[in-house]
T-cell receptor, first 111, second 113 residues
Framework: GQQVMQIPQYQHVQEGEDFTTYCNSS?????IQWYKQRPGGHPVFLIQ?????EVKKQKRLTFQFGEAKKNSSLHITATQTTDVGTYFC???????????FGTGTRLTIIP | EAQVTQNPRYLITVTGKKLTVTCSQN?????MSWYRQDPGLGLRQIYY???????DKGDVPEGYKVSRKEKRNFPLILESPSPNQTSLYFC????????????FGPGTRLTVL
């Protein structure tokens, strides 16, 4: 079955440093979504990427979808304490309605 | 306010005692889904429903049942809970299954002794 791997599992950064999490699928995806879960909270949708090579930005966050539509990344520039949480990617296969989540990357910020 | 609600939020129970976790959404969404979240394993889908009376297994359906008798509700039933079902459970809904954003409920933390 489809597997979605995410690295790293944990990341500790100084406030102001950049952060990147990577997502890799064993199969080609029709689309990929990114979610953020604050400590003690529930996952909240951030963005969806559909096209091969797509790049989207949300303020300090940059999302990329690979050319082969099998990998994706989330990059945060100049992290802030409000960025703390776990970031999940979630991929969907063609013709399959099931969304498969990655294992998540837990980001902690050192003030 | 558009939302997904779950009840209870916290539950401690004993092995074998049947329980139901309710999930309700007020957004008229067709697609609903249940996930469990465990450390190091991310979110794993238990069951999903494309619409009323249409349900299907996710990645980890063993030990769980669901029903979708009406559009807004999607209860998760554990007929005979076991300690390995101790987990954080999330219900989610979206307009359709295709490319839609999933809206998650606040979560239910279940402990089975």
């Amino acid at each position: 079955g489809q597997q979605v791997m995410q690295i790293p599992q944990y990341q500790h950064v100084q406030e102001g440093e950049d952060f990147t999490t990577y997502c890799n699928s064993s199969t080609t995806l029709s689309n990929i979504q990114w979610y953020k879960q604050r400590p003690g909270g529930h996952p909240v949708f951030l963005i969806q990427l559909v096209k091969s090579g797509e790049v989207k930005k949300q303020k300090r966050l940059t999302f990329q979808f690979g050319e082969a539509k099998k990998n994706s990344s989330l990059h945060i520039t100049a992290t802030q304490t409000t960025d703390v949480g776990t970031y999940f990617c979630a991929g969907r296969n063609f013709g399959n309605e099931k969304l498969t989540f990655g294992t998540g990357t837990r980001l902690t910020i050192i003030p | 306010e558009a939302q997904v609600t779950q009840n209870p939020r916290y539950l401690i129970t004993v092995t074998g005692k049947k329980l139901t976790v309710t999930c309700s959404q007020n957004m008229n969404h067709e697609y609903m889904s249940w996930y469990r979240q465990d450390p190091g394993l991310g979110l794993r889908q238990i069951y999903y429903s494309m619409n009323v009376e249409v349900t299907d297994k996710g990645d980890v359906p063993e030990g769980y049942k669901v029903s979708r008798k009406e559009k807004r509700n999607f209860p998760l039933i554990l007929e005979s809970p076991s300690p390995n079902q101790t987990s954080l459970y999330f219900c989610a809904s979206s307009v359709t299954a295709g490319e839609s954003t999933q809206y998650f409920g606040p979560g239910t933390r279940l402990t089975v002794l």
